[in-house]
């Protein structure tokens, strides 16, 4: 039988509202995310998609509403904000990478001084990581010598170095170029396949079809559509979604 900690979203907004001064951001967003559900955010630019993402973490704080990770409500700020951040790994547009670190240093860094573990587990983990992301090789090289699409799999790595209980990822192929975006798009949908509990910003239309669980339309800071992919790309209900994909798959 399920236990009700099992059974609840692991990720829950629920009536989250963002201003930037005068600018409604987000507006009433009720959103959830089950335990290794693969939820991917679309629609166009200014929408307030990477807000959205960055206000689950508490990178972005919000105005009115309520977060919760795990069934804990985000707090605010502090030390209790930085331990729940552990549990919410999170993969930005650009890379962020230490650039006067190693790669291998990149990814043991937080394990070691977040979570307190010994600088040879976090090694060891680190080694497993980049073994898992097709970067086994380059552990000893500095961020300038990897090209765009390496980094972005070594962010992946730092990320689940940490053991996140969910992965927020916020446009991470924006930035390279095709072959470069399979590489990491290929990484982010092995994660899904084995369980990882995903929250996807991203303009990929073929990865959102793909990979996704529910794909959700968000449009001047409001979700006007939450579905399988099937029915989102095929049968959309409203005619904003209709105009948006219409430009999207026939560019």
Not at 92 to 111: D, E, I, R
Not at 177 to 190: I, Y
Not at 207 to 213: E, K, L, Q, S, T
Not at 223 to 244: N, V, W
């Amino acid at each position: 039988m399920t236990s009700r900690s099992e059974a609840e979203p692991l990720v829950r907004l629920a009536g989250v509202n963002k201003w930037f001064g005068e600018l409604h951001v987000l507006r009433d967003i009720d959103l959830t995310v089950q335990r290794s559900e693969v939820v991917v955010v679309i629609g166009p630019s200014g929408s307030g998609k990477s807000t959205l993402c960055r206000t689950v973490n508490g990178l972005e704080s919000i105005d009115r509403g309520e977060i919760s990770i795990d069934g804990r409500r985000l707090p605010e700020d502090g030390r209790e904000l930085a331990r729940l951040r552990g549990d919410v790994g999170m993969v930005f547009q650009s890379f962020n990478l230490f650039a006067s670190h190693t790669v291998l240093q990149n990814v043991t860094l937080a394990p070691m001084r977040v979570r307190g573990r010994s600088e040879a587990e976090a090694t060891q983990r680190a080694h497993d990581l980049l073994e898992r992301v097709g970067l086994a090789a380059q552990a000893g090289k500095y961020p300038a010598q990897l090209s765009g699409g390496q980094q972005q799999r070594v962010a992946i790595a730092r990320a689940l170095a940490m053991d996140p209980k969910v992965m927020l990822f916020d446009e991470p192929t924006s930035a390279l170029d095709p072959e470069m975006t399979s590489e990491v798009l290929d990484v982010m949908a092995a994660l899904a396949r084995d369980g990882m509990t995903m929250l996807v910003v991203t303009h990929e239309m073929g990865f959102a079809r793909r990979v996704a669980d529910r794909v959700v339309f968000l449009d001047g800071g409001r979700i006007l559509e939450s579905a399988d992919p099937g029915t989102f790309f095929d049968h959309p209900t409203t005619e904003r979604a209709r105009t948006f994909l219409s430009t999207v798959l026939d560019s």
